[in-house]
């Protein structure tokens, strides 16, 4: 299928393909069938836990008597249950983050959406406190997550950009960061805002900052005109640093419009909010974008002379009213309230995100999960543990190089599990478990290879002065490298083939 160990996809694709073609087909429908941590429902659940090993093996090329967490661990898929409770969670964040006036909602009556939730007893929470159903508390706040796809803005031919093309102007090109041009353009860009203060236009600076552990928000508006300054800080509800750009483009253009200025320059050190603020796809903060686009209509439809010209100026590089926004934003990151009083989709699903991940990095203490041979391999001097993240989902991924025969080979010399001494001792005890190079009397184990054999060269001393190495991961796979025929069916004894 798509390619052996040899050629066709490598494993980082392999993996995608799975996720994308197949776990897609599996999950469908999946609030019909499935009850959270797939409780009762262990009928269905078990076929796909199969279907899921088997991806497993295909994607790592371990064998089947290779421990399944081992081989989740190296494929950096979690474990089913955590899948399909992900994905549980995602409808369910989905439907309740949707308008009033949606007909799911109004179908659904929200009930059933919460049966997860349903062991929760509100009477130990006194009652003079607001719910800790993060479900109660979707419905009884106001959510912005709401989508808009008919608004009059937003139609070809109506939008600013094509009614106004001359007068709107985006600017948000620059040279790359690294590159040596860029140091001249930022220079030429501080001449450019230095006589722009001086003019008659209005200067506006924009500044938004997320604090992703205690969803702490902030956003600043600097504005000058004839010189003098005026600043506006506040904290709003956000899931990233883009919705709180957002948040600060809409307050700007706020003030824009109501200021009376014939024109306006205004500065974002976003490139994406810059870019987002006449684009109307679905997504975060689009209803921002909207109002933005409403207030503009009008501003340049009142008065045919105004003007508004957007840039891009990159932060941190000594632009007045950029340090000035940035500063602003950061005190008011810390004034902000620890709990913003709206909660957005991405709030909720990435805090559930984050507790499923914790769940997977304690499975990994339990060695019937991950396999009593699982060798202490290190990330960034760390003990590996399996996560979310991308970088500890990707790592095996990367230590082969994307090439399917090496991650084979990672898995084999990580689990024990290869066609070797120890191994065949227990599974095959008729074949031939010595050394094909120091003969019959040493055990072709696992040991033997990373620290004895004289056939291999760049071995350890011993495999715990290996698990205290800080970058072991490094000489894993250098080890590996050196040695292509370590842990490979290429150097076996012919009968094994
Ligand atoms: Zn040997």
Redesign the pocket.
């Known amino acids: 299928m798509l390619g052996s160990s040899i050629r066709g996809l490598d494993t980082l694709q392999r993996r995608n393909a799975y996720q994308a073609c197949v776990l897609s087909v599996l999950t469908y429908g999946l609030p019909l069938w499935y009850a959270p941590d797939g409780k009762g429902v262990s009928r269905h659940t078990r076929l796909i836990a199969k279907v899921h090993s088997y991806a497993t093996r295909w994607i790592t090329g371990a064998f089947c008597t290779t421990p399944n967490g081992a081989k989740e661990m190296i494929a950096g898929l979690p474990p089913i249950i955590t899948i399909l409770n992900q994905r549980l969670h995602g409808y369910r964040a989905r439907i309740v983050t949707l308008p009033p006036s949606h007909i799911l909602v109004a179908t659904m009556n929200n009930k059933w959406t919460n049966p997860a939730y349903s062991h929760v007893s509100p009477k130990t929470r006194p009652s003079h406190l607001p719910s800790d159903d993060p479900f109660k508390r979707l419905r009884t706040h106001l959510v912005r997550k709401q989508f808009e796809f008919s608004a009059d803005v937003q139609q070809p031919g109506r939008r600013c950009v094509d009614l106004f093309p001359e007068r709107v102007v985006i600017n948000t090109s620059s040279p790359k960061k690294a590159s040596k041009s860029f140091k001249a353009w930022v220079e030429n860009l501080k001449t450019e805002t230095q006589s722009l203060h001086r003019s008659q236009d209005l200067v506006v600076y924009t500044d938004g900052a997320y604090h992703h552990n205690d969803n702490r928000a902030s956003y600043t508006v600097c504005t000058t005109w004839h010189s003098t300054w005026n600043d506006f800080t506040d904290w709003c509800p956000a899931a990233s640093s883009f919705d709180s750009e957002v948040w600060a483009m809409e307050k700007a253009i706020e003030i824009i419009t109501s200021s009376g200025a014939r024109c306006a320059h205004l500065f974002c050190d976003n490139k994406a909010a810059a870019n987002a603020v006449f684009n109307f796809e679905v997504k975060s903060s689009q209803m921002s974008i909207i109002r933005i686009n409403h207030l503009l209509n009008d501003w340049l439809t009142t008065n045919g002379d105004n003007e508004l010209h957007i840039h891009f100026a990159p932060g941190h590089s000594g632009i007045e009213g950029n340090k000035r926004a940035d500063a602003l934003t950061k005190t008011g990151l810390k004034e902000c309230p620890t709990q913003p009083p709206m909660i957005l989709r991405s709030h909720f699903v990435n805090s559930y995100k984050r507790e499923q991940s914790d769940i997977w990095t304690r499975l990994f203490k339990d060695r019937t999960y991950r396999g009593s041979q699982w060798l202490p391999v290190r990330r960034k001097k760390k003990i590996f543990k399996p996560s979310g993240a991308k970088a500890a989902r990707d790592f095996f991924h990367n230590m082969a190089h994307g090439d399917p025969s090496r991650l084979s080979r990672i898995s084999y010399v990580m689990t024990n599990h290869a066609p070797m001494g120890e191994y065949r001792l227990q599974f095959f005890p008729d074949q031939p478990a010595h ?1 094909p ?2 003969g019959e009397e ?1 055990l ?1 184990s696992r040991r ?1 290879i990373l620290c ?4 291999y060269v760049n071995k350890f001393p011993s495999l715990t002065d290996w698990g205290s190495q800080r970058h072991n991961d490094k000489s894993l796979s250098g080890f590996l490298d050196k040695n292509p025929t370590a842990f490979s069916f290429g150097k076996l004894p012919r009968d094994v083939h």
């Open positions: 050394c190079h120091c040493t072709l033997h004895e054999c004289p056939w």
